[in-house]
């Protein structure tokens, strides 16, 4: 998806969170939840 979007020019961030898996939000370290929680309401 990511790359898809950088070719067809919109503008878009890769975030990746380390030892962590798509369950980053329910079961993911607290500081890296916390990081990206951040991130989606700075997207928003």
Not at 1 to 14: N, P, Q
Request: charged letters at 20%; one cysteine or more; a positive charge.
């Amino acid at each position: 998806m990511y790359r898809a979007l950088k070719r067809s020019g919109v503008d878009s961030d890769l975030i990746l969170y380390p030892k962590s898996s798509h369950g980053l939000s329910r079961q993911g370290l607290p500081n890296l939840c916390l990081a990206r929680l951040n991130h989606v309401l700075d997207w928003f």
